[in-house]
């Protein structure tokens, strides 16, 4: 472990360290940010009155709404002058949200990314290639920090310019890639279509580090076969830091959040009742120590369940469940809720299939109409019309009595589906276009 005292920390300690926390982290806001004081006042609600964790729930949340609301800079608790970093999403669909982090805040980011790493099995003597994009996105200088705090060698790549990373994997010895779930796919194709003599098992690479977009249990298991690694979740979110909120460990059943910086909540998302432990709904996240950006009761939308189970790694920190969507992820087909990632499980059960698929929901008339196309492998392409017809219609079958929904399956040729570097786009709602 990166921080032993902290990972394995009696929960009742932890608890306790929490809440000495969250009354400075919402003393902090409230005493810094007019919005915070603006927002806890109406709601009846002072910081003095936070006397057990249980009291949280009478917080106030804090939406994405707020944040666009507020940009750039309205959310900050500290001068400009003390802010040394800011990260902030695309914002194609309104105002980027922007987030800062003071010097402090930028070693808390490193430490939670290092102790990730090291919860992967890697240490100071791993080769990092680190392919997540550099920028604005949390996911490149987050992990290069962590990495660096970590001591191993760090690799810049940034994401894309895939027979590059090829070169390097083999000539810098890389022992550890970090990238989307969706870009590492990307690798093994290329490798297998493009450079059919680059023999995966004659470089190093031993680990995967893999977040930033859901992906099934499916797909863990053809990026490990593909690319022959250990292929590991990190999790994580600007708005709360970056990555490195949680990682699994080498139990790899559900993430430990690292909890002594962020308070977690499972709340139910119609009513925002808090639900207890062991109950699947939105996680909400409450900064412990962050300086420059203080988050507190953010509403992540993400789909999740706490849990503690006397984790095999020897971590105290509560899991969460591996992220399967968002609950702005969700598609609501004619009355019926699916999450992208039930739809990527049923393809990959299926013979000949391959991670690369779309879906794509139009509306005809008063109707949600669904398509969901997916990469076929070249060997079935070539096969006869009645094998592809019957896989595609297994596939709609299984849509059906799983997930209660008819789609049109379209089987596609190898390298249809619209590659992407960063996360990748599986959802086109022509509904909202
Ligand atoms: O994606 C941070 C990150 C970078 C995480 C690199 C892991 C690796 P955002 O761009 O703000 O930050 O997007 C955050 O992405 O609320 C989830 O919906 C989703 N997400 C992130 N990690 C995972 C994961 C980065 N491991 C949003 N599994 C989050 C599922 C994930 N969803």
């Known amino acids: 472990m990166f921080n032993k005292e902290i990972e394995s920390m009696p929960e009742k300690k932890m608890k306790e360290l929490q809440l000495e926390r969250l009354k400075w982290s919402v003393n902090h806001a409230y005493t810094n940010v007019p919005f915070y004081k603006k927002k806890f006042d109406a709601a009846g609600f002072h910081p003095d009155q936070l006397k057990s964790l249980d009291d949280m729930k009478r917080v106030p949340f804090l939406t994405k709404q707020d944040m666009r609301d507020n ?99 083999k000539d810098f010895g890389t022992t550890v890639l970090c990238s989307t779930p969706s870009y590492a796919l990307n690798v093994a194709d290329y490798i297998e279509t493009k450079m059919p003599d680059f023999k995966i098992e004659s470089t190093k690479l031993r680990v995967g580090v893999f977040g930033a977009e859901p992906w099934s249990e499916a797909m863990r298991a053809e990026i490990e076969k593909r690319l022959k690694i250990d292929a590991y979740d990190i999790y994580g979110l600007s708005e709360v830091i970056g990555p490195g909120v949680s990682c699994e460990c080498s139990a790899k059943s559900g993430l430990h959040v690292h909890e002594d910086h962020f308070y977690v909540e499972i709340i139910d998302p119609d009513t925002g ?25 953010y509403r992540s939308r993400d789909i999740s369940m706490l849990y503690h189970d006397n984790c095999s790694c020897g971590r105290t920190l509560v899991k969460m469940e591996k992220v399967s969507g968002r609950s702005d992820d969700m598609l609501i087909i004619r009355g019926v809720n699916v999450f992208p990632s039930q739809v990527e499980t049923i393809l990959m059960e299926a013979e000949g299939t391959e991670p690369h698929y779309q879906i794509i929901v139009d509306r005809k008339g008063s109707m949600d109409d669904i398509e969901v196309m997916v990469e076929v492998n070249e060997k079935i392409f070539s096969d006869e019309l009645k094998v592809l017809n019957n896989l595609s219609k297994n596939i709609a079958d299984r849509f059906r009595s799983v997930l209660g929904i008819t789609a049109k399956v379209t089987l596609v040729e190898p390298q249809t589906i619209p590659r992407s570097e960063g996360k990748a786009v599986r959802v086109v709602d022509k509904r909202k276009i």
């Open 71 to 169: 940009y750039p800079y309205g959310l900050f608790a500290v001068p400009l002058s003390k802010v040394v970093r800011v990260h902030a999403s695309s914002g194609t669909t309104g105002n980027a949200t922007v987030v800062g982090y003071t010097k402090s805040d930028v070693n808390v980011f490193a430490e939670v990314v290092a102790r990730c790493l090291a919860a992967y099995g890697v240490s100071e003597n791993d080769v990092i290639q680190n392919a997540y994009g550099y920028g604005l996105f949390t996911g490149g200088l987050g992990l290069h920090y962590g990495s660096e705090k970590l001591g191993a060698l760090t690799v810049p790549i940034s994401g894309g310019n895939t027979p590059r990373q090829l070169m390097l994997f």
């Open 273 to 297: 009742e808090v639900l207890p432990e062991g109950t699947k709904g939105e996680i909400v996240y409450t900064s412990l120590t962050k300086e420059a950006f203080p988050g507190i009761r």
